[in-house]
Structures are given as C-alpha cells and as structure tokens.
C-alpha cells in the first residue's frame, strides 16, 4: 500500500479539528517553512508536515487539535499516512531517516523503534506484561517521568516533542492459541522491529521474526499485534487465535521531530507543540478504548476468535520473561525508569479480556 496525504475537506477538518494542508510529495515542509517564516509582517501560518506509518491519525488526533488550538492556527500540520507501509521490517527506521534528512518535519511513531539502538532506555515502556491496560498507560505518560524519558530521544538530528498513549499488543497463535510458555517453544513469532520484543521471544523459547506493517502473516506461527492491526490488515484471515486475557505491552507513539527545523520554529512554537503533546494524554485511554471497541466488533462479525489463559499460565509467563528485565535493568538509566513505571501501575487493574461473546 503507498503513501498518502491528506486533501483538505469539511470532514477531515471536523474529525481532526485542524485544517490539514496537503503538501505535494516533491516539496518539504522545511522549505515551506522557510517561505512562511522570510520577510516582515507576514502573518501566514507555519506548515509542518507529519509521517506516520498508521493508516490513519486517530491516536494523534487530539495532539493536532491541540495545535490547532494552542496556536490559533498559525500551525498547521500536513499528515501522510501510510509512510514505509510494507516496505520490510524496517519501516520505522526508514522513517526516522525521514525526518532526519527532512523530507518531513514531524512523525508519529511507536517508541519500539528507539530501544534497538538510539534510546534503549525507551525499553521500560514495553517491558513485557508490565503496562497492561490503557488506563496504566495513560497514568505512565501522565507522570512527569515521560517529560525525563522524551529527552531519551533526542540527538543525531532528531528532537522528542512528546509521548502519547498508543494500542494494546496481544498475542495470536496459530492453530493454538499463545496461552503460556509452553506455547511459544519452537515457534517462529512475528513481532516488530524491537530489541525488547525479540528478547521476549527468545526469553519464551520462540524464534522471533520482524515483519512490517501490513506484511503479510503467512508461514508465521504467531504475531503480535493490536487488535486495529488486525482487523485493519484483515490478518483474521490467516485463523490465527487471539489470546484474550494477556497484553504483552503498549505501543506508545512517540512525536519527533526534525531538529533544525524545531530550532527555527523558535522557543515560544517549539513549546507550543509540546504542551499540545502533553495535553494529549489526558482522555487518551477511553478514546482507545472505544476504538479498540470498534476494531473488535469488526473482527467478531468475520469469527475472530479468542481463548484465555488460566492463572496459572499468566504467572508462568510472567516468570519466564524475567530475564528481560534482567537485560533492561543492566543499564542504569533503563533501570530507574523501569522501577518509576513499576511503581506508577502497581495499583492499577489490567485491561478487560476481549471476547466475541463465547
């Protein structure tokens, strides 16, 4: 599937409450900066240009209206959807080369990708069966370690501009469902690029294979995945069985951006955009929730089906992945934000089994 960008229209501008200018794919927003920023006395707004590689903006439609908002439309923000999609493994990575080089200023990505080799310390967040709810997640990101674990990401031509809560990851087996440890033996499961998510395989005796998005799931033996990635890449078709009572970990999506051209944005718009991030957050978890809601309901009606797994295999899976947390607290940093986000969800229940109603 190629990339797209978004054209202006009522319905768009209604969903996102932000008007989203379509830039053509030869310009860059860095050079459309530049025309709106040269000269005196110009009052035209800053166009930014923003990459996902999502199919849409749903779990970042909040930090755009934020903008819209905070900076009474003198940012305005051209979304493309879809950035690397099946493109390899690596998708995410190629993104990050992206904005690096400034083909676009902004994306929206899951912070997986940091932990392989620019911030691994960003590996707390998906410490495996750690955060296992929306709710827990929202309270992480709420907390002002996220402000501390943001700066994680900045250096090498990339600014962090903030953190916001993203979907759910479950795992699906196929023939059988990936209920405990025993399951994942021997197994080839595809996870994406992600150091954490490759240990944790391993930590359960399976062989971990990276795919990109909407890749094809054929010849796996189990994936992770949200369950809007599956009912959106229809991966319910290869009959793989969910498992409705273990969340693996989130996907938080981090907002990064080009550093120069956060640099010419100046101070004042530069943390206008973060206080949009950090006002995100807040209502993030219901908004999930809901269409996560959706997502299921969709699978549901084509015969999705999940199984739980009994107490006793849940306990078993949490003491088989004990050795990623035994790599992770290695470095010291890493650690402190593992015991902080320990702390932060103690307390906090795990998320509702899915289920298609037996």
């Known amino acids: 599937m190629g990339s797209r960008r978004t054209t202006v229209g009522a319905a768009l501008s209604a969903a996102v409450g932000l008007v989203l200018l379509a830039v053509g794919c030869s310009s860059t927003a860095s050079g459309k900066f530049a025309e709106n920023t040269r000269g005196s006395g ?23 209206r934020n903008v819209r908002t905070l900076s009474h439309g003198s940012i305005q923000i051209s979304a493309e959807f879809d950035a690397h999609h099946e493109e390899g493994p690596d998708f995410e990575e190629r993104l990050l080369d ?18 392989i080799r620019r911030a691994p310390a960003l590996g707390a967040l998906t410490a495996p069966l750690l955060i296992n709810s929306f709710d ?30 993203g979907s759910l990851r479950r795992p699906f087996g196929a023939g059988t469902p990936l209920l405990g440890p025993q399951d ?9 690029e992600s150091k954490v998510a490759d240990s944790t395989m391993r930590a359960l005796g399976a062989k971990p294979e990276w795919f990109g998005a909407g890749s094809s799931v054929a010849g796996l033996d189990g994936f992770e995945q949200q369950i809007g990635s599956v009912n959106g890449n229809r ?33 004042d718009r530069r943390g206008l955009l973060q206080e949009a991030a950090r006002q995100a957050v807040h209502g993030a978890a219901a908004d999930l929730r809901a269409e996560e809601n959706k997502d299921l309901e969709s699978l ?59």
């Open 235 to 267: 991966y319910d078709e290869a009959g793989m069985i969910g498992t409705s009572n273990v969340v693996l970990w989130p996907r938080p999506i981090v907002l990064v951006a080009n550093t120069k051209v956060v640099e010419r944005l100046g101070e």
């Open 136 to 165: 827990a997640e929202e309270k992480v990101l709420s907390a002002p370690v996220a402000q501390r674990m943001i700066r994680e990401v900045d250096g090498d031509g990339l600014t962090g501009v903030g953190l916001l809560p």
């Open 98 to 115: 992206d904005v690096r080089s400034g083909r676009v200023d902004l994306a929206a990505l899951g912070s997986r990708v940091f932990d």
């Open 184 to 192: 994942y033996k021997g197994r080839t499961i595809g996870v994406q």
């Open 300 to 358: 549901c009606a084509r015969g999705q089906k999940f199984a739980a797994a009994s107490p006793a295999r849940s306990a078993a899976l949490r003491e088989a992945v004990q050795p990623v947390y035994d790599r992770l607290s290695r470095d010291r940093r890493t650690k402190e934000y593992l015991d902080t986000v320990t702390a932060l969800v103690r307390d906090v229940p795990a998320e509702r089994p899915v289920s298609c109603g037996g």
């Open 42 to 64: 110009t009052d035209d707004p800053v166009v930014l240009t923003l990459a996902t590689p999502m199919g849409g903006s749903e779990e970042f439609d909040a930090f755009l």
